[in-house]
């Protein structure tokens, strides 16, 4: 099942597979009938979640009902626990947008919910992040969770979520980060998918992120708090919910 799946997700379009995954998922779900985890975005229970990974796949990682993956749990949770996000009034900006959360949050009464992306066909919006299309002092909220790693310019893309942001509105932006690392690795010489799958971690992936990353996105303007949200957790919940244990939440806040 983990090549199977591996070799899936390294051969099939991106566009392709959010589109027709969740279908294949429907199945799978029955296989995984139990009670031993529990989705924090959709709430299902399984005996234990579906292996997941373009190299090697993750143990215990995605959820056959929602679609959602270890930082999504981590993030619905901390949206939950330690946000308004589903209580108060608030329009909200979500680029590449994750299939478990578009519906979810659509559905809410007090959302006004946009999604974005350059080339997904589940996003409502054609949107380069290095231009926003929209006003300065649009969203209340904003996520781009795995984007910087891909973008020509992740400054400017970060400053661009800045500008779109009211005064006091926050983001959530999350990549992939090396923390034995520094600084952030670029270069930008390295085009071949084999070789920057080798530095950058994917084929498609331009920088490697590293224990600079905050430093970058307050580049952007944003006041970062580097939230270890997830290390305070009982270790009960972090495995009951399969949470990646030693993932920050890189909480960004627009000055008011």
């Not at 430093?215 to 957790?233: I, N, P, S, Y």
Request: hydrophobic share 35%.
């Amino acid at each position: 099942m983990k090549k199977l799946i591996s070799f899936v997700l390294r051969t099939v379009p991106r566009p392709v597979l959010q589109r027709v995954s969740h279908y294949a998922m429907k199945v799978m779900a029955v296989f995984y009938r139990g009670d031993k985890v529990e989705c924090t975005v959709c709430g299902s229970h399984f005996r234990e979640f579906l292996p997941y990974g373009r190299n090697v796949a993750r143990p215990n990682a995605l959820c056959p009902s929602c679609l959602s993956l270890e930082r999504h749990r981590l993030m619905n949770l901390y949206l939950k626990r330690r946000t308004n996000f589903y209580q108060a009034p608030l329009k909200v900006l979500h680029v590449a947008p994750e299939h478990c959360f578009i519906d979810r949050f659509e559905k809410l009464p007090n959302l006004d919910y946009i999604t974005a992306d350059i080339e997904s066909p589940l996003a409502k919006v054609k949107m380069d992040i290095h231009q926003i299309p929209f006003p300065d002092n649009t969203f209340d909220v904003a996520f781009c969770n795995h984007v910087m790693e891909h973008v020509d310019n992740d400054i400017q893309a970060g400053s661009e979520l800045y500008r779109v942001l009211k005064p006091g509105g926050w983001a959530i932006i999350q990549s992939p980060v090396d923390y034995s690392r520094p600084t952030t690795y670029e270069d930008a010489t390295i085009t071949d998918p084999r070789e920057r799958e080798k530095h950058f971690w994917q084929s498609d992936h331009v920088r490697l992120f590293g224990q600079d990353y905050a430093e970058r996105l307050a580049k952007g303007g944003f006041t970062v708090q580097e939230d270890r949200f997830v290390f305070e957790l009982p270790k009960e919940e972090v495995q009951r919910y399969a949470l990646p244990g030693g993932e920050i939440i890189y909480f960004c806040q627009k000055e008011k």
